[in-house]
Each structure stands twice: as C-alpha cells, then as structure tokens.
C-alpha cells in the first residue's frame, strides 16, 4: 500500500494567513493526488483533483503544487469558513488510501 | 445535481452482517468508480473499495476477506456488505462517486453518510 503522510497533523493560523499543508507518498503516485476539506460533522468536500486541477467551484484561494516528492495544498488567504481539516489522497495505486488529516484551527 | 443517499441499519451485532444502500440521483451510474469510505469517530478517511458500472469491484486487502459490493443499474444503487462485524467496524460510511473518465479517479460526490454502530 502506498501510505500517505501529511504535516503538520494540525496548525493555528489567523483569518488572512497563507497556509501550507504538505503531503508525502511512500512511492511513486505519478501526481495522482487529490486534496478534501472536512468540516466537524460534515461530509468530506473534493478540492483539487490530479494534484493542481481545481474542482468546479472551489474558490481559486485554494492551489495544489508538486516539488519533487512533496505535494503542497496552499490556501492564499485564510477564510473563516476555511477551520477544517484536510485530508490528501492517492489514486494511483491500489488500495486508494488517504493521509491522517491536517487540522487547521483558529489562532 | 448529482445525490447520492446511504440506506441501512445504523446498529448491527457483533458477527453479523453490516449491509448498506447508496441510492443515486441526478445522475448516471455509468462509468464511474462507485465507492464506500469508512470513518471511525474522530479518526481519518478509509477506502474500502468500489464497484463500476459493470460490475467489476475491487476492495482495499484490510477487508478484502469480509467485504462484497454489488451495483443495480436498474435501480441506480450500489450495496456494500460487511460480515462478522466487530466493535472496529463502528464508523460513519459514506458512498462516493469515483469520476476518473478523463483525470485520475478523485471522489466529486458523496453521501451525507451513516453512522453504523456495532453493538449487541
């Protein structure tokens, strides 16, 4: 299986901030990464797909990037609905699995 | 707009058999990855496995032995069954659609989500 691995497994950032979550695959995913945010009680929401695609209505303050083994979900400017966490996923290989979730929370 | 819609039992006995519906509208069942996730309370996502429109499926090993899906594109639903449940089954399950036509599979809908107890 390949393991997912995001930093940090959470984070205080103020409204405004610019915000970095980091997700690391234990082998080649070919950029197969999709990101989700999750809200308390709410159903898991698809952010980017194929690791720097935006979904359909997602705002353009999220981003996805790729620097060598290393796949970055930014958020340009923290909103106050944007308190979640977020989770990475891979969909190269079998069994899809995701990371453990990165908790953003209001400093 | 697409739905998707879980049916089922929210409590299940331990060792007997978890079963669940997911009903979709608004949409085809064709071509697509239809999934369930699991998420035990308070912890993160896991992929148990899907079924396509064809009916091919493929299950994450951890469960392989004691999972089975099936899809009836009649109905426009997919099932999933799990047997001898135990304690660490408990979790919120969510049916998802797997969109890989023309990108990487990522999971554009889900379900609200059920939470199923297990419990005597």
């Known amino acids: 299986d390949i393991q997912m691995t995001q930093s940090p497994s959470s984070l205080s950032a103020s409204v405004g901030d610019r915000v970095t979550i980091t997700c690391r695959a234990s082998?080649?995913?070919?950029?197969?990464i999709n990101w989700y945010q999750q809200k308390p009680g709410k159903v898991p929401k698809l952010l980017i797909y194929?690791?720097?695609s935006l979904q359909s209505g997602v705002p353009s303050r999220f981003s996805g990037t790729v620097s060598g083994p290393d796949f970055t979900l930014t958020i340009s400017s923290l909103q106050p609905e944007d308190f979640a966490t977020y989770y990475c996923?891979?969909?190269?290989?079998?069994?899809?699995?995701f990371g453990q979730g990165t908790k953003v929370e209001i400093k | 707009q697409v739905q998707l819609q879980e049916s089922g039992p929210g409590l299940v006995k331990p060792s007997e058999t978890l079963s669940l519906t997911c009903t979709v509208s608004?949409?085809?069942?064709?071509?697509?990855?239809w999934s369930w996730i699991r998420q035990p309370p308070g912890k993160g996502l896991e992929w148990i496995g899907y079924?396509?429109?064809?009916?091919?499926?493929n299950y994450n090993p951890s469960l392989k032995t004691r999972v089975s899906m099936s899809v009836d594109t009649s109905k426009n639903q997919f099932s999933l069954k799990l047997t001898s449940v135990t304690a660490a089954d408990t979790a919120v399950y969510y049916c998802?659609?797997?969109?890989?036509?023309?990108?990487?599979?990522?999971?554009?809908?889900w379900g609200q989500g059920t939470l199923v107890s297990v419990s005597s």
């Open positions: 608004g949409g085809s069942i064709g071509n697509y990855y």
């Open positions: 194929a690791a720097s």
């Open positions: 998802a659609r797997g969109e890989g036509n023309a990108s990487p599979v990522h999971f554009d809908y």
């Open positions: 996923q891979q969909s190269y290989s079998l069994p899809w699995t």
């Open positions: 082998h080649n995913t070919n950029n197969y």
């Open positions: 079924v396509y429109y064809s009916g091919g499926t």
